[in-house]
């Protein structure tokens, strides 16, 4: 397993918004993450990647305990130094993009494998170089991003997370931010990295892309996981009712 | 007095008031800095500490302030301030101003959005390679009409160094105005403050536009 978080529970005040959630990832799955805003996906996620600290509950990736929970039902997280290592393990494409403005595309995507994984200028310019390639954005490497549309933004910021060779990469609600017409290009980059086998999670509300996409999808409300299974089976037969509900405010 | 006279004896109050000028920004800013990131610390003694440091600068005249440096130590330690005019001179308006170049810095590392960080986090970069890398340069880009403000008043703040007696272009004005009485020292003092804001605002709108290159 990439990642295992087990028994997870964050409360924000005196408001919880995850109660006791368990979800693994395998190589190579594609997980789709769906349900009403709320519902506590995105903090699911953001829990994951450390930008929120849990109350209570174990995260491990590669079978390496990141925070696990003391007798005392603490949640104890490794030293910031280890921490800094479990974030080599995976990448986070956020909803507003949160590049770097004042760097150029191609500066982007190989600072951090520069100054943070001490990679050569040559062999980080490389590789930036094909990813962005891949994205269909090689000619732009010297915009800033202020120049780009939303679209291409969110593709750059996919590539800088790819540039860290992640072992798993996060999406939070990569195409909310981005008009209509401009979703396509980002699903189509993620669908992509879906055939090559790339470990993803991926917190959307496109409905059609999570059944295309996903090996597996799962439906969280009010903190909780109510099902999860084959993205077929729960599309077009949900077994619990908040699923079915849920689902019916996109058939209209 | 002719006018060339004049204008010699002033140049050397011009100097120093160059001289007062170039220290305090010299001093001054990089002091703001490391008072703004203070301000933030973990600690509440250095919180504590820094806040009432910028609450007393920014609460009282600056010239009262100069008066303090300059005779504090003798009145309160009964020290010889002999020699100790220029240095108290700088001390007063250094620490005068990284109060308010701090206050500016904060501003601007508090308007980040908190994106930034947290995608400089998630990729692994340090506290510090994220200050200084991600952080800090868009800060400076946002604060520098603030700067440019502070760095405005400055110029014409140096002439309360006259307070101390320190000969730099104002108090040279009153003086040879009195013992000529002549009204061109004033006009003389006033060109060089004009002139000397103008090159400011000059150089200053020059580093705006090379910051201009992203938005």
Known sequence: ?252 | MTLSTMLSTMAIGMLRTFGVFSLTLIGSLPLGMVVALLKKSRFAVVRGFISAYISIIRGTPLMLQLLVWYFGPFYLFGMNIGGWRFPAVILGFVLNYAAYFAEIYRGGIESMPVGQYEAAEVLGYTHTQTFMRIILPQVIKRIMPSITNEVITLVKDTSLAFTLAYQEVFSLAKQISASQTSFMPFVIAGVFYFVANYAVEFAMSRIEKALDYYK
């Open chain 1, 1 to 252: 397993m990439i990642l295992e978080m087990n028994n997870i529970r964050k409360s924000f005040g005196a408001h919880e918004v995850l109660k006791d959630i368990s979800i693994g990832v395998d190589r190579g799955e594609v997980v789709s993450i769906i349900g009403p805003s709320g519902s506590g996906k995105s903090t699911l996620l953001r829990c994951a990647t450390f930008l929120e600290t849990i109350d209570g509950g174990d995260i491990s990736y590669m079978g390496e305990h990141a925070v696990h929970t003391d007798d005392a039902g603490k949640a104890v997280y490794v030293s910031p130094q280890k921490l800094r290592h479990f974030r080599s393990y995976y990448g986070l494409v956020f909803q507003q993009f949160n590049l770097f403005p004042h760097y150029s595309i191609l500066k982007n995507l190989i600072d951090a494998p520069m100054h943070v994984q001490g990679k050569s200028k040559e062999e980080a310019t490389d590789l930036a170089m094909a990813l962005l390639y891949k994205m269909g954005l090689s000619e732009r490497a010297d915009a800033y991003p202020y120049q780009l549309s939303g679209g291409q933004q969110q593709r750059v910021a996919i590539a800088r997370a790819l540039a860290m060779s992640p072992e798993i990469l996060f999406f939070d609600e990569p195409t909310s931010a981005l008009d209509p017409e401009l979703t396509g290009e980002v699903l189509k980059v993620i669908r992509e990295l879906a055939e090559e086998h790339m470990t993803m999670v991926v917190v959307t509300h496109e409905m059609p892309f999570a059944k295309a996409v996903s090996n597996r999808v799962v439906f969280m409300a009010d903190g909780v996981i109510v099902e999860q299974g084959d993205p077929q089976d729960v599309f077009d037969n949900p077994q619990e009712e908040r699923t079915k509900q849920f689902l019916r405010v996109f058939e209209r």
